[in-house]
Every structure is written in structure tokens, then in C-alpha cells.
């Protein structure tokens, strides 16, 4: 079974730029998360999907960043216009829906790698 | 609101010999979950171990067990037989009943594995 894909690994680029990251789940996971983990720090929740729809945001600074779901399938987190404490790595966890699965664990990507000169 | 407390920055060991990584919790929720997972330097977060809160029995997972002290609200996690390939971070992590889905982490622990 495929685990949680996520790309680009790594992305650099000046402050003010925009920038996107993709991530595709695990097949037949209906939740989504996008974490944010600052250096030497744990991850922090940015956005919670339930299939297409965005039901925990509360932490997503909405000035700057945007993220969808469409399909309900693969997601992308969007930062715009990028400031240079946006350098961290962005997280994508999947897991299966309520109810579902043993512990209702979430299984995480590779995560993508933002510098911001 | 949720809090972990992992007050251990950085541990080594020596290869085959256990280790313990402590992990505190505060919340006020009756039902919650508990998680460890596993980094390594390649960035993925590994799942290691879940310890529901009404779960009688301390959880274990092949080389992993965990110690639940429920009213000392601590959470730690032992590795037997250590191997070089411990040698990551390690990230304690708490879902409550109230916000299905949401981790709340610790700060990690750096584990190193001596041969």
C-alpha cells in the first residue's frame, strides 16, 4: 500500500513569492491534515479535511494561507505571499474516518522543506 | 486545552540495552488518546504506539511498550533492546475526545543509539 505522497521535498524561494505544496493521501483516507513543525519543534496543526470539506482552520493564518481539497482526494497548501519565518517543514497526514480503523492513527507524508531567503 | 511535556531534550543509550523516553500530559478530558511516534533524519513521522485513556492493560508493540500512569498523567515510552536504528526523534502526541483527529505534540526527544 502506497503511503502519503507529498511534493515538491524541498522548495526554495525568496520572501514575497508565492508558493504551493501537493499532497496526495493514503487510498481510502477521508481526513486530511496539513501540519506545520518549526526546527526542533513538534508539528502543529494548520487545517483538518473531512473528505472535501475544511472542518478545523482555526489555526491557518488566513491572510496568507490558503488550502483545498476539491475531490476530496489530494489536497494543496498555498502561501502567499511567503515571509521568511514560513521556513519549517509542512506535514501531510492522512487517516481513515471516525470509527474507522484500530486507533484512527494518522500516517504521515515525507513532508516538504520551505527556505525562505 | 491540551499540553505535552517531553522535558527530555536529548538521550543516548548503548545498543541492546533499554531505554525509557518520558512523555507528561495535561488535559481535562475523561477520554483521550495517546500516541508515540518515530522521526527519523529522513523527516517522515513514524506511528509507534497508541494508549487509549480507558485502556486497562499498559500497550506494547513488539520492542515497544508503554508505561501509563494515568494519575500521574504520564505517558513514557520504553524501547528494549536498542538498536542503531533507534538512533531519531521521538514525538509523544495526544488526540482528546473533543477534537477528534487533532495532535497536540511534545517538543521531541533526540534518542541516540551507541554501539
Known amino acids: 500500500e502506497a503511503g502519503v505522497v507529498q511534493s515538491p521535498r524541498y522548495k526554495i524561494i525568496e520572501k514575497k513569492q508565492p508558493v504551493a505544496f501537493w499532497c496526495n493521501p493514503i487510498?481510502?483516507?477521508?481526513?486530511l491534515y496539513w501540519y506545520l513543525q518549526n526546527l526542533g519543534q513538534g508539528p502543529e496543526l494548520l487545517i483538518r479535511y473531512e473528505n472535501e470539506e475544511a472542518v478545523d482552520d482555526s489555526q491557518l493564518p488566513k491572510d496568507r494561507f490558503s488550502a483545498e481539497r476539491l475531490k476530496g482526494v489530494d489536497s494543496t497548501l498555498k502561501i502567499q505571499p511567503a515571509e521568511l519565518g514560513d521556513s519549517a517543514v509542512y506535514l501531510c497526514?492522512?487517516?481513515?474516518?471516525?470509527?474507522?480503523?484500530?486507533?484512527?492513527?494518522?500516517?504521515f507524508g515525507p513532508g516538504t522543506r520551505l527556505t525562505v531567503l | 486545552a491540551q499540553k505535552i511535556t517531553q522535558t527530555q531534550p536529548g538521550m543516548f543509550v548503548q545498543e541492546k540495552e533499554a531505554v525509557t523516553l518520558d512523555c507528561t500530559y495535561d488535559?481535562?478530558?475523561?477520554?483521550?488518546?495517546l500516541f508515540w511516534y518515530k522521526q527519523p533524519s529522513s523527516g517522515e513521522m513514524i506511528f509507534l504506539i497508541y494508549?487509549?485513556?480507558?485502556?486497562?492493560q499498559n500497550a506494547t508493540e513488539g520492542r515497544y511498550s508503554l508505561n501509563f500512569q494515568k494519575a500521574r498523567k504520564s505517558a513514557n515510552l520504553v524501547i528494549s533492546a536498542s538498536q542503531l536504528g533507534d538512533s531519531a526523534m521521538y514525538f509523544c502526541?495526544?488526540?482528546?475526545?473533543?477534537?477528534?483527529?487533532?495532535?497536540?505534540f511534545g517538543q521531541g526527544t533526540i534518542l541516540t543509539v551507541h554501539p
Open positions: 488535559t481535562s478530558d475523561q477520554s483521550y488518546g
Open positions: 497526514a492522512s487517516s481513515p474516518s471516525k470509527g474507522q480503523g484500530a486507533h484512527n492513527e494518522q500516517f
Open positions: 494508549q487509549g485513556s480507558y485502556d486497562e
Open positions: 502526541a495526544m488526540r482528546d475526545g473533543t477534537s477528534y483527529g487533532k495532535l497536540t
Open positions: 487510498s481510502g483516507h477521508n481526513t
